[in-house]
């Protein structure tokens, strides 16, 4: 079992946030620093990280760096929880400790501005299934936008998911009406 612990991937992760110029260099340079941490001890994961809700998905803080750099979480999705559309409005590092997560991806086609609010235009992209110990990453500008959620009739899903600063809020849309708005991203302390 790797000996790869917690401290030591923040501590990876706050020397390559400092050598990435673009949100592309930092998810490059961590998404291997998450496979690690993911596949090796977790043993950092605690009860309070493994709460569930059973309205929507929870959201359990694991770290929140001071400075705004980057926040970590625990996601608990239980059988048929999804997020709404949404975006990041930064870089994220997703990986899966246990179940099957599901992202289903939308591309924007109105030529807008990506920060309008009104005459947004998405069509349905490709869909990713991501078992246990695997990684994937996005970054903004343009923004990805997708939903991500639980498909397993059955079985609960629990992801790590780190953000580029403190995960306080993102925009979700709404797809036939064409619009986007921020909303305020509740979670659990840890
Ligand atoms: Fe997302």
Not at 3 to 29: H, N, Q
Not at 87 to 96: A, I, K, S
Request: hydrophobic residues 35%.
């Amino acid at each position: 079992m790797s000996s790869y612990t917690l401290e030591m991937f923040i501590e990876d992760c706050r020397e390559k946030i400092s050598r990435g110029r673009l949100p592309a260099d930092c998810v490059e340079m961590i998404a291997p620093s998450m496979f690690q941490l993911l596949n090796g001890d977790t043993s950092f994961l605690q009860p309070q990280h493994f709460r569930d809700d059973p309205v929507h998905y929870a959201r359990n803080a694991i770290f929140i760096d001071e400075n705004d750099t980057m926040s970590l979480f625990a996601l608990v999705w239980l059988p048929g929880q999804w997020t709404p559309i949404h975006d990041h409005g930064t870089w994220g590092v997703v990986g899966v400790f246990e179940g099957t997560l599901e992202e289903r991806n939308f591309i924007r086609t109105d030529g807008h501005r990506s920060d309008a609010l009104e005459g947004i235009e998405l069509v349905r992209g490709g869909v990713i299934l991501l078992s246990a110990g695997a990684v994937t990453s996005f970054v903004p500008n343009p923004d990805h936008i997708h939903i991500t959620g639980n498909a397993d009739p059955q079985r609960r899903v629990v992801s790590l998911h780190l953000y580029g600063r403190t995960m306080a809020g993102f925009h979700t849309y709404d797809k036939e009406a064409g619009t986007r708005e921020w909303i305020e991203a509740s979670y659990n302390e840890s």
